[in-house]
């Protein structure tokens, strides 16, 4: 049951860290509507044709629409707004910084647990490590970042991000539990593609991006949303949650080590203080514990 546990995990959190260092090579020639409809669009139909592939045309269908109303909520909060506030927090900040930010996904994650599940287990050294994810939100914010107000603003905006991932595994667990993972996957991406289209078309670039912003659009819907989707939904059954969960505190090694070799981004050590406060309250407000209360967490879609 556990065999291949490890590569499949650092796969996993290598493909999710990647998508950090695509989003900041894309977002300097297409807006962030733009690029996060085009991301959307172009994995939803590659995942639809893998749901039609795998389970036909009719299944596929019929579980989609099955699904309804509810996946346009999930596709909204899992994929329409993280994906727009990421791409554009990293117009004002490095990869390294927006990968360090969205660690929080499962502190926000238990917090939002407590109002909507009431079965989650209270217990003070949790709330303990809540405020120390906010304490390494706060040194991640607080430090001098190259470019002043706006880099706490784009930092804000992908903890905001993680706020609304969180919403969207809590929503899942409620209203999508019997739906299955790549159904749900592919509806979701799917709509927040194309509640994101709207706005993308009004903010079309005046002239073609360069190909390095193409490739890196291309990558990140095949790469970081597409095939992590697919490994995502392989490692479930057979892993189950709380183990895939060990990927919220490798996956920012991953876009630390990106950004640092292909963009030269600078590590400070605030960024490594802010990412060990925010690891270690992970590790105490929510980790496996957490986990294994979660059906479907969202810390996976980037």
Request: aromatic letters at 10%.
């Amino acid at each position: 049951m556990t065999r291949g546990y490890v590569p499949w995990l650092l796969l996993l959190a290598g493909l999710w860290g990647s998508s950090y260092f695509f989003i900041k090579v894309a977002v300097d020639d297409m807006e962030p509507t733009v690029l996060m409809s085009a991301r959307c669009l172009v994995a939803g139909v590659l995942l639809l044709a893998y749901l039609i592939w795998t389970r036909g045309a009719s299944v596929a269908t019929s579980q989609l629409r099955a699904a309804g109303r509810p996946t346009l909520v999930f596709g909204m909060f899992n994929a329409a707004l993280p994906f727009w506030l990421i791409a554009w927090g990293e117009k004002h900040i490095d990869s390294t910084v927006a990968g360090i930010a969205q660690a929080t996904v499962p502190i926000f994650a238990f917090v939002i647990a407590l109002r909507f599940l009431p079965h989650e287990r209270v217990a003070p050294i949790r709330w303990v490590g809540v405020a120390l994810g906010l304490v390494g939100v706060g040194v991640l914010t607080g430090v001098d970042l190259p470019g002043g107000w706006w880099a706490v603003a784009g930092t804000l905006a992908v903890v905001l991000s993680s706020i609304s991932y969180a919403c969207a595994g809590t929503y899942a667990q409620l209203r999508l539990r019997d739906t299955p993972g790549p159904v749900l996957a592919t509806g979701g991406i799917l709509i927040g593609g194309l509640l994101l289209l709207p706005f993308a078309l009004f903010q079309l670039p005046d002239e073609l991006p360069g190909w390095e912003a193409f490739l890196a659009l291309s990558a990140l819907a095949v790469l970081g949303t597409t095939i992590a989707q697919l490994v995502y939904f392989h490692m479930l059954p057979l892993y189950g949650n709380p183990r895939i969960s060990l990927v919220a505190y490798i996956m920012p090694v991953f876009a630390i080590t990106y950004g640092a070799l292909f963009l030269d981004e600078a590590i400070t050590g605030a960024m490594v203080i802010g990412l060990g406060l925010i690891l270690a309250g992970v590790a105490l407000g929510s980790g496996l514990a957490l986990a294994s209360r979660r059906a479907k967490t969202v810390e996976e879609v980037l």
